[in-house]
């Protein structure tokens, strides 16, 4: 049974930084992708950026490159991903979800993603 579960988010002021955390379990994560999206009312939800676990290779939005940093700890038990983000912006505010499952290396598509986890609010104000 695959299970994601966010946490880390929260109301923060421009300029202010959160690091959100995934812990994922049931599943064989190193052969996959995983990636965190977001969505904000009337808004489709955009792949944030994504990691290849072995080799830890990663992919970002343009929309946050240089600023989000998403990171892995495979070694534990559940799989931790995280992504930090410093300096956030209004533009940042969404509801920010971990996802898991894809075989296409790099991939920001939802639609690549199989797993999926419950989201965590990041209000920026």
């Known amino acids: 049974h695959v299970q994601l579960v966010e946490s880390g988010g929260g109301l923060v002021q421009v300029g202010g930084s959160l690091k959100l955390s995934c812990a994922a379990s049931?599943?064989?994560?190193?052969?996959?992708?995983m990636a965190w999206f977001r969505q904000s009312p009337g808004k489709e939800r955009e792949g944030v950026a994504s990691?290849?676990?072995?080799?830890?290779?990663?992919?970002?939005a343009d929309s946050v490159k240089c600023r989000f940093t998403i990171s892995v700890d495979n070694a534990k038990n559940p799989v931790m991903v995280y992504l930090q983000m410093p300096t956030l912006i209004p533009d940042d505010t969404a509801m920010y979800y971990c996802a898991a499952g894809s075989w296409v290396a790099g991939s920001l598509d939802e639609h690549d993603y199989v797993h999926w986890g419950q989201g965590t609010q990041v209000t920026v104000s």
């Open positions: 990691i290849r676990i072995d080799p830890g290779s990663t992919t970002y």
């Open positions: 049931g599943y064989r994560f190193s052969r996959y992708c």
